[in-house]
T-cell receptor, first 112, second 113 residues
Framework: GDSVTQMEGPVTLSEEAFLTINCTYT??????LFWYVQYPGEGLQLLLK?????DKGSNKGFEATYRKETTSFHLEKGSVQVSDSAVYFC???????????FGTGTSLTVIP | GAVVSQHPSRVICKSGTSVKIECRSL??????MFWYRQFPKKSLMLMAT?????????EQGVEKDKFLINHASLTLSTLTVTSAHPEDSSFYIC?????????FGEGSWLTVV
């Protein structure tokens, strides 16, 4: 079945450190891939997405590249800020149902 | 842009009572709405898919008599947690679809005491 495996947290980084959160997927079709972010006390927000192989999604300094050969969609940011502290979810959507399959979420804390 | 609103954002209810959570698409008509539940330290799990005017399709393992979903109009879906118990305490989030685009609500924190 379709699923997403995400790096477990929590992750604690110092400000301006490099961030990588790994995400791999299993899908029967050709999925679209997403990263969502959930700030404390808030709902989900779309961070970035990619709809086909080799696409790179980017937003707010975050990037992720859709790698079909490694079935991965790792999230990266070159220099994190305290305001990036949140829970990050990798997700995929495949087929006509538009249902999402989420990873377990990775909690990121950035300390000054 | 399109916005999906959930209400209430936080609710505390007594064990045995029922609580209703609303999901509204504010500036578009949603063909389909989805309800998810977030378990602590676990991923969001799809509970049900709801199409306007028809019965919701529940995922395996979700009790449809406990989690009542009503999709009365193209802009409103409701989730009612009936006879709530402390183990129902969770974060519930909806999403609404228009075309191929999905928008998520802000989520609702339910605490059953």
């Amino acid at each position: 079945g379709d699923s997403v495996t995400q790096m477990e947290g929590p992750v604690t980084l110092s400000e301006e450190a490099f961030l990588t959160i790994n995400c791999t997927y299993t899908a029967t079709g050709y999925p679209s891939l997403f990263w969502y972010v959930q700030y404390p006390g808030e709902g989900l927000q779309l961070l970035l997405k990619a709809t086909k192989a080799d696409d790179k999604g980017s937003n707010k300094g975050f990037e992720a590249t859709y790698r079909k050969e490694t079935t991965s969609f790792h999230l990266e940011k070159g220099s994190v800020q305290v305001s990036d502290s949140a829970v990050y979810f990798c997700a995929l959507s495949v087929g006509t149902g538009n249902q999402f399959y989420f990873g377990t979420g990775t909690s990121l804390t950035v300390i000054p | 842009g399109a916005v999906v609103s959930q209400h209430p954002s936080r609710v505390i209810c007594k064990s045995g009572t029922s609580v209703k959570i609303e999901c509204r698409s504010l500036d578009f008509q949603a063909t389909t709405m989805f309800w998810y539940r977030q378990f602590p330290k676990k991923s969001l799990m799809l509970m049900a898919t709801s199409n306007e005017g028809s019965k919701a399709t529940y995922e395996q393992g979700v009790e449809k008599d406990k989690f009542l979903i009503n999709h009365a109009s193209l802009t409103l879906s409701t989730l009612t947690v009936t006879s709530a118990h402390p183990e129902d305490s969770s974060f519930y989030i909806c999403s609404a679809q228009i075309g191929n685009t999905i928008y998520f609500g802000e989520g609702s924190w339910l605490t059953v005491v």
